[in-house]
């Protein structure tokens, strides 16, 4: 089963950036879409970004404009790129895979903004 590993994540002030990567042990053209979530403490988990296999994206209201989630197909990564980090973007983000069948998610990592 493909497994998938973030990284990326850490303390940055608002205003800052950041870019995720989500690594994959195989292919994620196994997956019909890849996306990325966070979840803040006491919240639920929440959908940020997500891509197809096809390329097209989608993204949470609150981010369009200072998100942006690509993937590279020959390398099996998934980036998100967080520029003009808020604190509220704070928490903790993870990788899903969906096949159609199955999610697959990864560890998570730790995105702090300070104000």
């Known amino acids: 089963q493909v497994q998938l590993v973030e990284s990326g994540g850490g303390l940055v002030q608002a205003g800052g950036s950041l870019r995720l990567s989500c690594a994959a042990s195989?292919?994620?053209?196994?997956?019909?879409?890849m996306g990325w979530y966070r979840q803040a403490p006491g919240k639920q988990r929440e959908l940020v970004a997500r891509?197809?296999?096809?390329?097209?994206?989608n993204y949470f209201d609150s981010v369009k404009g200072r998100f942006t989630i690509s993937r590279d197909n020959g390398k099996n990564t998934v980036s998100l790129q967080m520029n003009s980090l808020k604190p509220e973007d704070t928490g903790v983000y993870y990788c899903?895979?969906?096949?159609?069948?199955?999610?697959?998610w990864g560890q998570g990592t730790q995105v702090t903004v300070s104000s």
């Open positions: 899903n895979g969906n096949s159609g069948r199955y999610d697959v």
């Open positions: 195989g292919s994620i053209l196994s997956f019909n879409a």
């Open positions: 891509i197809t296999s096809g390329g097209s994206t």
